[in-house]
């Protein structure tokens, strides 16, 4: 999360304009990181991207570092959210649940591996707070792909 773009923003994600304003590009010494920020519990603030998916893979493992302070968990998931898709952009199989936030917290790696279903050509990735207030901080988000079951 460090490469940004001619305008200041991450390269590579997707700032929807209405979500423009509780998201910021901040910096801790020479590393930049994402500050997700709401504090109004009927709509969601995120950052999306689409990433092709390597046919050889079976399963993918999600990585980052996440903080949280004056969160309130809402009804829905907040962290890193991924949904499959396939060719004609649809959801394949369930959201999965990804790196979720319940409450603040210091900066925490947080780790998971999920299997890749069939049919299964794009992930959608997102950082996001959902249907819940506070700040959200996302640095290092990855995904690594493997090509049997672990």
């Not at 509780?22 to 020479?30: A, T």
């Not at 299997?115 to 819940?132: F, N």
């Amino acid at each position: 999360m460090d490469a940004l773009d001619a305008k200041g923003s991450i390269a590579d994600w997707f700032v929807p304009e209405r979500c423009r304003s509780q998201v910021r590009v901040l910096k801790e010494g020479s590393n930049s990181f994402l500050r997700l920020t709401s504090a109004d519990t009927s709509t969601t603030v995120h950052v999306a991207q689409k990433i092709d998916l390597d046919p050889s893979w079976r399963t993918l493992t999600l990585s980052g570092r996440i903080r949280a302070a004056n969160f309130k968990e809402g009804k829905n998931s907040s962290g890193v959210t991924i949904s499959f898709r396939g060719d004609d952009d649809k959801q394949v199989g369930k959201w999965t649940q990804g790196l979720r936030v319940k409450d603040d917290s210091p900066w925490t790696d947080r780790v998971i591996t999920a299997d890749i279903p069939p049919g299964a050509k794009k992930l959608y990735l997102q950082c996001v707070v959902s249907y819940a207030t506070g700040t959200i901080d996302f640095d290092d988000v990855k995904v690594v792909g493997q090509a049997t079951n672990k």
